[in-house]
């Protein structure tokens, strides 16, 4: 006969004597196991959930430095490719390549910041929330916090940060507060006593200092905030946001979508025609026009008797606070952040600069310039 084949078991290839016996014990064993080894397993499992305690491996993910969360009230952009973003939180960010990547720098506070102010590349400030007070000198590698600096007793809250010459900047907020450095935000002084007065914004017209604020109220001084004059704008919205581009042509804009124009230093207003009813938040002159930012992403730009109201992209509802400009370009920051060509608007994110989207004009007032209203 040939030879058994390796792949068959063949009862003829056990000894004769004790085969049947050594199966039928082999046979047994493999019942035992078989009852047994469930319970061997669930005591295990018993033994591993009460006596042996797990090991969490932890992997610390990086922050993001423009994270959905990031609310960005404020921006500065003291050089071609130099930007800074200040905001919840007490969150700063810097970007050395217009926005490309961006830096997360350290700061002394999580109060929320509201703006910030850049005289070059290294010395920078920033305000916000219970009227906290930060600076750096060396490009943000290191911020301090202001420990003496004027406060109100009952509300603290820095609103809006303004530079106006080498060192100098001002800042205004609730309480009628009115601050002023001279040493590049070292130390402040309060330019006016304490009283139920919002501030909403700061400019600075020539050799004038003036406000506007809560309920359309104004405040100006013509020697630097030795004494003050009140006005009043004819709107009753909060007035958010005024600038000039020049010593008597001036903007404010504000809630429900005013906006108020002066050609005489803010001595008398005009109110242009509604174009948008979303608040405004900030205003800017911006190549040969103005342009202002609000809620729901829309904007106002206009001057003379021709405005029109739009918004910076069908893709972007977000509010903006905030814009910086530099040859030619509006750096605008608040729940997105990006740039603004003047047609198209293109955000920021941790993977660079969004591809750019066209903006959509919603509509166009005529404006036959009233007379202004002192």
Same mark, same amino acid.
Do not use: C
């Given at each position: ?26 046979s ?29 491996v ?9 994270g959905?969360?990031?609310?960005y ?23 050395n ?22 005289w ?6 920033? /305000? $916000?929330?219970? !009227? ?5 000198? #060396? *490009? %943000?590698? +290191? &911020? @301090? =916090?202001?420990t ?53 914004d ?6 004038r200092?003036?406000? /506007? $604020?809560?309920? !359309? ?5 013509? #020697? *630097? %905030?030795? +004494? &003050? @004059? =009140?006005g ?76 029109? *109201? %739009?918004?910076?992209?069908?893709n ?44 959509v ?14």
């Amino acid at each position: 006969m040939p030879p058994e084949s390796a792949g068959n078991f063949n009862l003829g290839a056990f000894p004769e004597e004790g085969g049947l016996e050594g199966i039928m014990v082999l046979s047994r064993a493999l019942n035992v196991v078989a009852a047994v080894a469930p319970w061997l397993i669930i005591g295990g499992l018993l033994y591993a959930a009460l006596f042996v305690e797990p090991e969490a491996v932890v992997r610390d993910l990086p922050e993001p430095a423009l994270g959905s969360r990031d609310f960005y009230y404020g921006v500065a952009h003291p050089a071609e490719d130099v930007v800074w973003l200040a905001g919840t939180w007490g969150k700063v960010i810097r970007s050395n390549d217009g926005g490309e990547t961006w830096t997360i720098q350290k700061t002394p506070t999580r109060e929320n910041l509201q703006s910030i102010v850049a005289w070059d590349n290294e010395r920078a400030a920033a /305000v $916000g929330n219970e !009227g906290v007070a930060i600076r750096t000198e #060396d *490009g %943000g590698k +290191t &911020w @301090v =916090e202001v420990t003496e600096i004027p406060k109100s007793k009952d509300r603290n809250k820095l609103v809006s940060l303004r530079k106006r010459g080498a060192g100098e900047a001002w800042a205004v907020g609730l309480g009628n507060a009115i601050l002023r450095t001279a040493d590049y935000g070292k130390t402040w002084q309060r330019m006016a006593e304490e009283r139920d007065k919002v501030w909403t914004d700061i400019a600075f017209p020539g050799d004038r200092v003036y406000l /506007v $604020g809560e309920f !359309g109220a104004t405040m100006h001084s013509d #020697d *630097g %905030g030795e +004494t &003050w @004059v =009140e006005g009043q704008a004819p709107v009753s919205a909060t007035l958010n946001s005024v600038a000039f581009r020049n010593a008597t042509h001036g903007i404010a804009v504000g809630g429900e979508g005013d906006v108020v124009i002066t050609s005489d230093g803010g001595d008398s207003w005009a109110k242009v025609p509604s174009v948008i009813e979303r608040h405004l938040y900030d205003v800017t002159w911006l190549n040969d026009h103005w342009f202002a930012v609000g809620d729901k992403g829309r904007y106002v730009k206009g001057k003379g008797p021709n405005w029109e *109201g %739009g918004r910076l992209s069908l893709n972007d509802l977000s509010w903006h606070t905030r814009i910086a400009v530099t040859n030619g370009t509006a750096y605008i920051t608040g729940a997105s952040a990006g740039l603004w060509t003047g047609e198209e608007w293109a955000r920021w994110s941790d993977e660079g600069l969004g591809v750019r989207e066209p903006a959509v004009t919603v509509s166009v007032a005529e404006f036959a310039a009233p007379k202004p209203v002192h």
